[in-house]
């Protein structure tokens, strides 16, 4: 993207060998793109086409993140539809590596009321995918919901509450060792502490265990992020 972007998330396609780059672009309305990434043995990346998979303003506390479903082979992109925030939706990318295009399926909602801090993992046992986010249409509530990818499509469980209070800056790893998803996130209603609590997926539903405080003191810093290192068997948290 030669104009100026935001947001930028990363995911890798262990099918095709390929990345998928998703962002907003500034320079074009604040739409929501992504483009595939192909990387040489010299470690030089090279590009497809961008195509847009929102055309309205997407933007909003970190509202963009992309995971890959390695059982269906498909990535799945969740984004705030809103430049000041709007609706969680969902869209199914799939990547041709023959010309390193990109399509979508079609876009499904995931929560009605104003979404962010959105981040998602995919659960490799239960061949799910969990996304995380606020809530700001009921009190900043810090929820999560089920998600599952059939075809070119996506759909949704019932979602569910973490964190009765206002939550900022969630991220999500899935432990593959354990089988569970780890949430992690500033809790703003309690010091602005940082804050962990563990979910385990059922079916098409998510519950919680009891959240624990991760950093006794408040977090400033504007972002967080995770992920589960599968040699050592632990989730690392950056703030």
Same mark, same amino acid.
């Given at each position: 993207?030669?104009?100026?972007?935001?947001?930028?998330?990363?995911?890798?396609?262990?099918?095709?060998?390929?990345?998928?780059?998703?962002?907003?672009?500034?320079?074009?309305?604040?739409?929501?793109?992504?483009?595939?990434?192909?990387?040489?043995?010299?470690?030089?990346?090279?590009?497809?086409?961008?195509?847009?998979?929102?055309?309205? *303003?997407?933007?909003?506390?970190?509202?963009? =993140?992309?995971?890959?479903?390695? =059982?269906? =082979?498909?990535?799945?992109?969740?984004?705030?539809?809103?430049?000041?925030?709007?609706?969680?939706?969902?869209?199914?990318?799939?990547?041709?590596?023959?010309?390193?295009?990109?399509?979508?399926?079609?876009?499904?909602?995931?929560?009605?009321?104003?979404?962010?801090?959105?981040?998602?993992?995919?659960?490799?046992?239960?061949?799910?995918?969990?996304?995380?986010?606020?809530?700001?249409?009921?009190?900043?509530?810090?929820? *999560?919901?089920?998600?599952?990818?059939?075809?070119?499509?996506?759909?949704?469980? +019932?979602?569910?509450?973490?964190?009765? *209070?206002?939550? !900022?800056?969630?991220?999500?790893?899935?432990?593959?060792? =354990?089988?569970?998803?780890?949430?992690?996130?500033?809790?703003?209603?309690?010091?602005?502490?940082?804050?962990?609590?563990?979910?385990?997926?059922?079916?098409?539903?998510?519950?919680?265990?009891?959240?624990?405080?991760? !950093?006794? +003191?408040?977090?400033?810093?504007? !972002?967080?992020?995770?992920?589960?290192? +599968?040699?050592?068997?632990?989730?690392?948290?950056?703030?």
């Amino acid at each position: 993207e030669s104009g100026a972007s935001e947001l930028t998330k990363v995911a890798f396609d262990s099918n095709s060998n390929r990345i998928l780059v998703v962002y907003c672009d500034d320079d074009d309305s604040d739409k929501g793109k992504a483009v595939v990434g192909t990387v040489a043995s010299d470690g030089t990346i090279s590009y497809g086409t961008p195509a847009i998979f929102n055309d309205s *303003a997407t933007k909003e506390y970190f509202g963009i =993140n992309v995971v890959f479903d390695s =059982n269906v =082979n498909k990535f799945l992109i969740v984004y705030g539809d809103g430049s000041t925030g709007g609706p969680g939706r969902a869209r199914v990318a799939t990547v041709d590596s023959s010309d390193n295009s990109v399509t979508f399926g079609t876009e499904a909602t995931f929560e009605s009321g104003n979404s962010d801090y959105i981040s998602a993992a995919f659960d490799s046992t239960a061949n799910k995918i969990v996304i995380a986010y606020r809530d700001t249409d009921d009190s900043n509530y810090g929820k *999560a919901i089920v998600g599952t990818i059939s075809g070119t499509d996506v759909t949704f469980g +019932s979602a569910a509450t973490f964190e009765s *209070a206002n939550t !900022q800056h969630i991220n999500i790893a899935y432990d593959s060792t =354990n089988n569970k998803h780890v949430i992690f996130y500033r809790n703003a209603a309690s010091s602005s502490y940082g804050t962990a609590i563990v979910g385990t997926v059922s079916g098409n539903s998510i519950s919680f265990g009891t959240a624990v405080t991760f !950093q006794n +003191s408040e977090i400033t810093a504007d !972002q967080m992020d995770c992920i589960f290192d +599968s040699n050592a068997n632990k989730v690392v948290i950056f703030y």
